[in-house]
């Protein structure tokens, strides 16, 4: 089996996003396959430190390959395209031979171009990790009110023959993410547990954190006349909830984010680069965590699409709690041990009491819960027979 995996790696390099996209290549790899980590965004390489993006591909060339390795796969081919068409890695002819005799080309997140070059694979399959952003671009052009760049981005998706989301609640009756002429299966982050060796359990002074980006969209979704916002729109609505409980909450927080405000409340606001630098950094800071509580996009929320978070998948690998805001994903996995769903403030403070009162079980429900919903063999198995 030949499978070609997409992703952001290079392109912004940082911890979560690495174990994010390369959870795909070291599962495929344990299941047999041989992969080819294909990247090109179209996009110029973010420089994290700088705040920035720029021509200079040297850095994130480097992480890649440290992130490669980070996964035992060094010896993984892999190619990264620049805007200006300089190729890095693997040459022209070895990459489009590797896709023309693929059987899986594996578009994550909609982020690789579907250049002549990379045609041929048995199953071109998109997969949409934003539902309600791809959903914006669809619905514009079903309506003929498309931006040029949403066109681009539409058109891509329909050069795809399977379709793949993160909305797990997709079809039930209180989703309203639109399925656009599409016909969507539902999948989501798989996790290769051994990356993710247990710890005992924090001691009872540690925080509650998470990791997130106050407000990153340039342009808000906007689906049939109403827009929605991100996660800053979220988490107003629980901005009081460390006056609630009795243990320390802590967020990793990029962006321009009103930090005296959230200082004020209660909340210890950290630095979410100085956290997710490198796959270790970021992996460290689960580890240290009491566990997490989280809040989702607005869009998520609103559309009540069942995503769950990719950060939240690997709190729980990590053996850690997870209290995390509903978007519909309490239909589809198992709640109140290890994984606790909310909707209101209430729910939220209870369900970080409820994890104190016996805490140690729910470290090791929450693995259970990873090893039984997001293992990556299961998961990417699971995807191969849906993309036939």
Partial sequence: MRVVVTGL???????????????????FRRLGADVLYLEDTGAWFYHPRAETFSGDAAPNLAYLRAALARVDASDV??????????LHGSELAAVSRFCRGADLFLNVSG????????RG?????YLDSDPGFTQTKLRAAEQGVATEDQQFSVDLIHQHDRFFTFAEHF?????????????????RQPVVLERWPLRAPVDAGRAYTTVMSWKVESAPPLIDGVTYGGKDVELRRFIDLPRRVAVSLEIALGGAAPHDELNSR????????????????????????RGEWSIAKQVYVALRSGWFSTRTAFY?????????????????????????????????????????????HHCAAARAV???????????????????
């Fill in 9 to 27: 790696v290079a392109t912004y390099p940082l911890g979560g996003v690495a174990w994010d996209y390369l959870a795909y290549v070291d599962g």
């Fill in 77 to 86: 081919a892999w190619a990264v395209r620049a805007p200006d068409g300089a």
């Fill in 111 to 118: 982020a690789c171009w579907l250049r002549d070059e990379y």
């Fill in 121 to 125: 694979a048995r199953r071109t399959v």
């Fill in 171 to 187: 079809g039930a009756a209180d989703c309203r993410v639109p399925a656009c002429g599409l016909e969507w299966k539902t999948t």
């Fill in 266 to 289: 209660g909340w210890r606001i950290v630095d979410a680069y100085r956290q997710s630098a490198t796959m270790d950094v970021y992996q460290d800071y689960l580890n240290a965590s």
């Fill in 316 to 360: 729980l690998a990590a053996g850690k709690p997870a209290v995390v805001q509903d978007t519909g994903w309490s239909a589809h996995y198992p709640t109140g041990d290890g994984l606790f769903a909310f909707t209101t403030l209430d729910e939220a403070a209870a369900g970080l009491a409820a994890v104190e009162r016996d805490y140690a």
């Fill in 370 to 388: 990873a090893a039984r919903e997001l293992d990556a063999g299961r998961v990417l198995s699971r995807l191969l027979a849906e993309a036939e």
